[in-house]
């Protein structure tokens, strides 16, 4: 288990008090040994005075008793006794006690004094011997608790780098759990975050909804508005189907009767959302500045409808004008020609625009079905339509996948003579393949358009086409004749 911090302070200073008390106790015992070592080599030294003062003394008395012979004319080895001595001797050596005043007696009273002496200093040196061995020990003894407590401030040393050793560790033990909590914080705030904005994003599909489901949407929160959602998109998938399957009873009827059928049939065809704003307007050369935020994968000839900023998820069909990319002048920022406006409801700045042929950083990828004729002829024109795909950056792949944005439906070949389908050359595996790819678009939610629809996303008109004014793909974006359009 970590230890905490205060724990490690508190280790650490009740060290510190032991070591400072240890070194105080150390230097008290260092100056008591150091003054009682002074102290016996000021004995010593007072007794080597007194035994140097006490054999200068005798070498004093032994000159005087040489002196004292010569003085009293007693030659050596000569002893003197009597009255002369004492006479002699009361003459020159009148302190003497009388009882002593003879030779003997004067050498006695001098060898009494010298042996005092000698007795004194030998006692002085025995004082000595004594204090030096009491300093000796006192030194041992010193030396002997400096080295334990050596030994107590080198294990307390140890005990304290394990501890500052174990602080580290905790320290980046918690930095490390901290930094990885706030990772956890950010991702977390992050998909607060995200979540809120997902809220947000169910919120707009209230437009989408019957007001029947509009009043219940309302009073749920997230997870209910979601399930009324799936609730209106199974209902719309249901209602598509039964669409196909009565374009499928009607696939030999006539071409007429299948358009009355399909205009009967109520439409709810709604943009995705908005995929930028107008910031100018130039009527001097007829284009708009558009903001879409980032320019990856934008094309020059990509058409953009616009709509009023009302409505968060306006019908294709109420756009007021479309525009066509001509140039890209930033990260952001396009350039786009007027290809259509209506005088009563000009562009105007803040307009939204929308395409469904192009995403920010996603790829558009289309698969075409059916038999693509562009024009009146009997020839399949797949080659030209997969340009046009490439020319707005754009496309076309076999088979339908998870990656794939939308799948345009061409339909069976039109009927424009007897053996049209031997000269086309379709066949029934052609019309096998078609309804595969199209239960997979359905089964993976992708989006299904048809051919007509899917032109008039490009910005081209059927009819243009039928009259066989054919498009020229990498002519000048900005010309009307690129598209096959009149002006």
């Known amino acids: 288990m970590a230890v905490s911090r205060a724990t490690v302070v508190q280790s650490l200073s009740i060290a510190l008090i032991v070591f400072v008390m240890l070194t105080f106790v150390l230097a008290v015992t260092t100056y008591l040994f150091f003054t009682q070592t002074i102290r016996l080599e000021d004995d010593a030294k007072v ?4 035994m140097a003062k006490a054999n200068a003394a005798q070498a004093v008395a032994e000159g005087e008793r040489d002196a004292l012979k010569a003085a009293i004319g007693v030659a050596e080895g000569e002893e003197k006794t009597g009255d002369d001595l004492k006479s002699a001797l009361g003459e020159r050596f009148g302190d003497v006690a009388e009882e002593q005043r003879h030779y003997e007696g004067v050498i006695a009273a001098l060898n009494e004094g010298r042996d005092k002496l000698s007795a004194d200093l030998k006692k002085a040196e025995e004082a000595t011997a004594e204090a030096e061995k009491a300093r000796q020990q006192a030194i041992e003894e010193a030396a002997k608790k400096q080295a334990e407590l050596e030994e107590q401030v080198k294990a307390k040393e140890a005990a304290t780098e394990e501890l500052k050793k174990q602080f580290d560790d905790d320290r980046a033990k918690h930095e490390a759990l901290t930094t990885q909590l706030a990772e956890k914080q950010k991702d977390a705030l992050a998909r607060a975050e995200r979540l809120n904005l997902l809220i947000a994003e169910i919120g707009k ?3 989408l909804l ?3 489901r509009q009043a219940r ?3 749920q929160e997230a997870e209910g508005r979601i399930g009324l959602l799936f609730e209106e998109l199974r209902d719309r998938e249901k209602q598509i189907l039964n669409q196909n399957e009565v374009l499928a009873a009607l696939r030999v009827a006539d071409t007429a009767l299948q358009e009355k059928v399909l205009a009967a049939t109520p439409k709810d065809d ?3 959302g908005f995929d930028g704003r107008i910031l100018s307007v130039n009527e001097a050369d007829r284009s708009v500045l558009i903001d879409v935020g980032s320019t990856q ?5 990509l058409i953009f409808r616009v709509y009023a900023p009302g409505e968060a998820q306006p019908l294709v069909s109420d756009d007021k004008a479309v525009v066509e990319v001509v140039a890209i002048e930033s990260g952001a920022l396009a350039r786009a020609r007027i290809r259509r406006e209506s005088v009563r409801d000009p562009i105007l700045r803040g307009d939204r625009v929308a395409t469904r042929l192009w995403k920010p950083r996603t790829p558009f990828e289309a698969v075409i079905v059916g038999f693509a004729q562009l024009d009146a002829d009997d020839k399949p024109d797949q080659d030209r339509l997969q340009e046009l795909v490439e020319r707005v950056g754009g496309r076309v792949e076999q088979l339908v996948s998870s990656s794939t944005t939308m799948l345009v439906d061409a339909g069976p070949p039109r009927s424009v003579g007897a053996g049209t389908e031997r000269a086309s050359g379709w066949r029934p595996a052609d019309d096998t393949r078609r309804d595969k790819q199209i239960k997979e678009a359905r089964r993976l939610g992708i989006q299904i ?3 007509d629809a899917f032109l008039d996303m490009l910005g081209i008109d059927r009819e ?4 066989n004014r054919l498009i020229h793909v990498g002519g000048p974006a900005d010309s009307p004749s690129a598209a096959g359009l009149p002006e």
């Open 47 to 50: 007794a080597r005075d007194d």
């Open 210 to 212: 019957p007001p029947a």
């Open 464 to 467: 243009s086409l039928d009259s």
């Open 205 to 207: 599909g209230e437009p």
């Open 270 to 272: 709604r943009i995705d």
């Open 297 to 301: 994968g934008l094309r020059s000839g």
């Open 449 to 451: 358009v048809g051919l």
């Open 217 to 219: 949407f309302k009073a």
